[in-house]
């Protein structure tokens, strides 16, 4: 069965710093990774998303996450952080084949100082 | 942006007591599902729903679950006798299509307390 893990349930940075957040999958088959963002008292909405294509994918709001099957990772970077970034981070997995739901993390909330 | 909507967005029951929290999918989509996430805890899914028939369910959604699309419109989930571990935010989300053109759009969920 395939998992995420996320590194950190919390993550603190300065406001212009890098942001990066770490998630790294188990799947027996080629996956699909996703991660989406949560701001307060909102639904999860997808930042980005890697179905088998490039293995940089850039999605909204200036971030990007990397495919590295060497390393199971799919990293999310962001290269300044803005305040408005501030929210709950998911990654997700889902396998290539078949009907299988997407499994979550358990999630990075990301702050940014000012 | 078109957005999925849910309803309410709280919802306090006593333990034992029927709960249904009601969604409203984007209008052309054909695929819908609810998670939940229990405080502190992983998003975790409960079901999925295409054609008028559930597609695919996870262990936690028991006997006790049930999801309906009565009017085409709206996709509703009943928790026929609710336990406190049933306390959780529901998310509903739905999709156009599955597969590599996937993309789920999700509600602001429903803060359920059971006491």
């Known amino acids: 069965a395939q998992s995420v893990t996320q590194l950190g349930s919390h993550v603190s940075v300065s406001e212009g710093a890098l942001v990066l957040l770490r998630c790294n999958y188990s799947?027996?088959?080629?996956?699909?990774l996703f991660w989406y963002v949560q701001y307060p008292n909102q639904g999860l909405q997808l930042l980005l998303k890697y179905t088998s294509a490039a293995t940089l994918v850039k999605g909204i709001n200036g971030f990007e996450a990397e495919f590295k099957k060497s390393e199971t990772s799919f990293h999310l970077t962001k290269p300044s952080a803005h305040m408005s970034d501030a929210a709950e981070y998911f990654c997700?997995?889902?396998?290539?084949?078949?009907?299988?739901?997407?499994?979550f993390g358990k999630g990075t909330r990301l702050s940014v100082i000012a | 942006e078109p957005e999925v909507t849910q309803t309410p967005s709280h919802q306090v029951t006593q333990m034992g007591q029927e709960v249904i929290l009601r969604c409203v999918p984007i209008?052309?989509?054909?695929?819908f599902y609810w998670y939940r996430q229990i405080l502190g805890q992983k998003v975790e899914f409960l079901v999925s729903?295409?054609?008028?028939?559930?597609?695919?369910k996870s262990e936690i959604f028991d006997d006790q679950f049930s999801v309906e699309r009565p009017d085409g419109s709206n996709f509703t989930l009943k928790i026929r006798s609710t336990k406190l571990e049933d306390s959780a935010m529901y998310f509903c989300?739905?999709?156009?299509?599955?597969?590599?053109?996937?993309?789920?759009?999700f509600g602001s969920g429903t803060q359920l307390s059971v006491l």
């Open positions: 209008s052309n989509h054909l695929y």
């Open positions: 989300a739905s999709s156009e299509d599955q597969g590599t053109n996937e993309k789920l759009f």
């Open positions: 799947s027996s088959v080629p996956p699909y």
């Open positions: 997700a997995v889902r396998v290539t084949s078949g009907n299988t739901p997407l499994v």
């Open positions: 729903f295409y054609n008028n028939e559930i597609s695919e």
